[in-house]
């Protein structure tokens, strides 16, 4: 069983950063890959961001690569979704998941409650 929570959420211009957190636990949480999805309204969900706790697998979405990163704490058991040059199609709901695999495609076992990202234009 892993419980996710995400926070960092909010509104921000155009060209903006934002940073939200993914605060892992759980027995079995590190088994995992930790995954970030978002979705738009109107739109499925889509992924965006993830990798290993170790550090040595990171994956990103086509859209985001160059932008996003996501560095972590295992200190804190929280992975971060780092967004640089935000753009109003960022706009979304972004969910933190524990995925058992990423590529090639991936798989969430467990999701986060969401956190609300706008960016204006």
């Known amino acids: 069983q892993v419980q996710l929570v995400e926070s960092g959420g909010g509104l921000v211009q155009a060209g903006g950063s934002l940073r939200l957190s993914c605060a892992a636990s759980?027995?079995?949480?590190?088994?995992?890959?930790l995954a970030w999805f978002r979705q738009a309204p109107g739109k499925e969900r889509e992924f965006v961001a993830g990798?290993?706790?170790?550090?040595?697998?990171?994956y990103y979405a086509d859209s985001v690569k160059g932008r996003f990163t996501i560095p972590r704490d295992n200190t804190k058991n929280t992975m971060y979704l780092q967004m640089n040059s935000l753009k109003p199609e960022d706009t979304a709901v972004y969910y933190c998941?524990?995925?058992?695999?990423?590529?090639?495609?991936?798989?969430?076992?467990?999701w986060g409650q969401g956190t609300q990202v706008t960016v204006s234009s």
């Open positions: 990798g290993s706790w170790s550090g040595s697998r990171t």
């Open positions: 759980g027995r079995t949480f590190r088994n995992y890959d």
């Open positions: 998941a524990a995925a058992r695999t990423i590529s090639p495609k991936p798989v969430a076992d467990s």
